[in-house]
Structures are given as structure tokens and as C-alpha cells.
């Protein structure tokens, strides 16, 4: 069954920074394309980022290009989001989530369930 | 334009037919995709690519398609598909994914 579980999510300072986690399991993590999604209270969905299998493609909304940093590590079946110069407008639940199929970039089917971070002095 | 359009709400009555839209630029180029979220829970995909179910996805949803409006229709709405629902495609580029604003479906 395929798991996510994003961790890293908190109260962070305006300008500040943090690094989210979303670790997977159930699948070969290493074969599939990830995008991270946010969500603001009370909003609608927003997508981040994508990056390939291998992390040699990356791609940014233009919200947070030049701020957030996507990676993974494969090794260790996990994916991140490093995030910098936060603004309160980035206070979201940050959510993982697999493409459908193996080594493409295709819609994504499975999601975690979310880690709230709240950008606030 | 980097933008998809849906309807803020929609209701139907229960056991009815309702269409959920998306409009936008890139669905001339582009499939859309539909996700269901419930409260509290994660986007659940429903319809992908020409008109696609992932499994498990109840036969009643299926999406289609005509120049820049991308659709989702339920036929027979029960109860339990009052959700909000939200496309989401590609940008002109093809690089960046968008979500429209989501519609939010009452069942009546």
C-alpha cells in the first residue's frame, strides 16, 4: 500500500525557514516523479513543485520560485521542501503526492495527509 | 493565461446528474484532471487524462472534454460525493500544474 507521511511542519517566525519531509513507503520511491501541493485554511489547492526521478528536474510555481527548494533522496525513499524567507501567505498544510504512473510526469494519485505550517510572529 | 475557472458552488439533488466545469487556455492543449476532498481529508484523484478512473472511483464520475471547458459529471449523486472539487491541468508551458479554485458540491 502506498504510503506518504509529511513531517517538518511548525511555527515559524516571518523570514524564517524550515524543511518539510514527506517520507514514502510501499512503492519503489526511486521510479516515480513527486510534487508538493499546499493548501491555505479555508482555500483551494495550490501546486508547489514537481522534480523527476532522479532530481535532475525541478519546477516551481512562481509563488515560491527562488524561496523553496525541492529535493529527494532516494535511498532513503524520501522527498523534501526547503523553504526560506517565509511570508505569513505561506501559512498552508503542505501536502506530498506520487504521480500516477512510474517515470513520468503524470497526475498525482496518492497523497499524505498534510503538515500544517503556520508563518506568524 | 495561466488561470482554470470553476463555479464557486453547484448543488444537485440526490440521485440526480450534475457537471462540474473548468475553464481555461491550457485545456486546449492539455487533459484536466479531478480531484474530490472531503473535509479535513486529502485530494482524492476521480478522473484523469481523457476520461480515466483511477480504481476504486465509482463509475458515475467521468470527465470530458471541449475546447478551453474541461468537465466532471456525476450521474446518480449520492450523499457521499459532497465535496469540494478541483481540476487541475497543466500551464502553456507544460511544466507547471494549476488547480482551478474548486467548486463545492452539495447534495440535496
Known sequence: EVHLVESGGGLVQPGGSLRLSCAAS????????????RQAPG??????????????ITTYADSVKGRFTISRDNANNT???????LRADDTAVYY????????????????????????SS | ??????????SV????????????????????????????????????????????????????SSGNTASLTITGAQAEDEADYYCNSRDSSGTRRLFGEGTKLTVL
Open chain 1, 26 to 37: 510501499g512503492f519503489t520511491f526511486g521510479n516515480y516523479w513527486m510534487h508538493w501541493v
Open chain 1, 43 to 56: 482555500k483551494g489547492l495550490v501546486w508547489l513543485s514537481r522534480i523527476n526521478v532522479d532530481g535532475t
Open chain 1, 79 to 85: 522527498l523534501f521542501l526547503q523553504m526560506h524567507s
Open chain 1, 96 to 119: 506530498c503526492a506520487r504521480a500516477l504512473k512510474e517515470y513520468g510526469d503524470y497526475d498525482c494519485a496518492y497523497w499524505g495527509q498534510g503538515t500544517l505550517v503556520t508563518v
Open chain 2, 1 to 10: 493565461s495561466s488561470e482554470l475557472t470553476q463555479d464557486p458552488a453547484v
Open chain 2, 13 to 64: 439533488a440526490l440521485g440526480q446528474t450534475v457537471r462540474i466545469t473548468c475553464q481555461g487556455d491550457s485545456l486546449r492543449t492539455y487533459y484536466a484532471s479531478w480531484y474530490q476532498q472531503k473535509p479535513g481529508q486529502a485530494p482524492v484523484l476521480v478522473i484523469y487524462g481523457k476520461n480515466n478512473r483511477p480504481s476504486g472511483i465509482p463509475d458515475r464520475f467521468s470527465g470530458s
